[in-house]
């Protein structure tokens, strides 16, 4: 049984961002110019990066949930076949950067609830389930830089990624006090205020800023990444 499930919410909100963050990935990849083992190894490191994190550093309650359930491998080869068999429409994308930030966006939430219904359920605390939760959801990113050998968006000054992913697990940590007979209710809100308030950031360019002691050293030629 899919960890989400154990800490009383669907199994479709892990699945979801699965499939999700594996597009993104998957996407990323084609456009690159990978051959179908490349995208399939980013789009899997994209989707599943975070719960491997997760579970091998924070819960290791058993192998990794990758591992015991075929389902999310199974998941993210049917994203990467679905990017692979557009991949010409994926080569005429504009705005690409953005597209995958939207895409991303649609699992941040969905990530950062699944992270801490399964640190709640494993009992932890207030401030683990954040930390968990932020880890569930940033950390696919994180691991597909590493991979790409880049530096990831995460630690640039850029549109409202990881702030929004906060500010989504304080608001699901609030719900669940205010109603907590419904998770479900409460994981939803929570999946569309992550996603308005990153696609609100990408689409009015809201960023955030090197610190005001050190901006001078911020080159221009930084990239502009999302």
Known sequence: MPAAETAFLPPAFDFAATFIFAVSGALLAAKRGYDFTGIFIIALASSTGGGLLRDGLFIQDGPPRLLQY??????????????????????????????????????????????????????????????????????????????????????????LETTAALMGCFLFLLLNRL?????????????????????????????????????DSWSKDQPKGL
């Open 70 to 159: 075929p389902a999310y491998l199974l998941i993210i080869a049917a994203a990467t076949l679905i990017v692979v068999g557009f991949g010409r429409l994926v080569r005429r994308i504009r705005h690409f950067d953005k597209l995958v930030s939207l895409v991303d966006a649609m699992g941040l939430g969905a990530y950062a609830v699944v992270g801490m219904t399964i640190a709640d359920a494993n009992h932890l605390g207030v401030v683990s389930m954040v930390f968990v939760g932020m880890v569930n959801a940033a950390g696919g990113s994180f691991v597909r830089s590493i991979i790409l050998a880049e530096e990831s968006r995460l630690l640039r000054p850029g549109t």
């Open 179 to 215: 109603q907590p007979n419904d998770p479900t209710l409460s994981a939803w809100i929570t999946i569309l205020f992550v996603f308005v308030i990153r696609a609100l950031s990408v689409y009015f360019n809201i960023r955030t800023k090197p610190i005001s002691a050190f901006e």
